[in-house]
């Protein structure tokens, strides 16, 4: 998956979980939880929305890795 892929996937999944934002509006550091306001529960449906809409696994030691919107887009581009 290239990075533009990437995005595109991560803005829709978003869109899935937190209708509410503005993704014209969300900058690619944002943090998911403390800048996007998902909690817990919002962001393990965002993990599983990604995994069913693109196959790509996230497992949980790596959800550091994708705590913003920059970082999920590259754990995409890097694993898909």
């Known amino acids: 998956m290239n990075e533009q892929d990437a995005r595109a996937a991560v803005q829709?999944?978003?869109a899935?979980?937190?209708p509410d934002v503005d993704l014209a509006e969300v900058a690619e550091d944002s943090r998911l939880r403390q800048d996007l306001e998902l909690d817990s529960?919002?962001?393990l449906r965002l993990v599983e929305?990604?995994?069913t809409d693109t196959g790509i696994d996230i497992p949980e030691r790596d959800y550091p890795e994708v705590a913003t919107v920059?970082?999920?887009i590259g754990?995409?581009?890097a694993h898909g």
Do not use: M, P
């Open 12 to 14: 829709a999944a978003i």
């Open 16 to 18: 899935k979980v937190a």
């Open 41 to 43: 529960l919002d962001f």
């Open 49 to 51: 929305i990604i995994d």
């Open 70 to 72: 920059k970082g999920l």
């Open 75 to 77: 754990y995409l581009a």
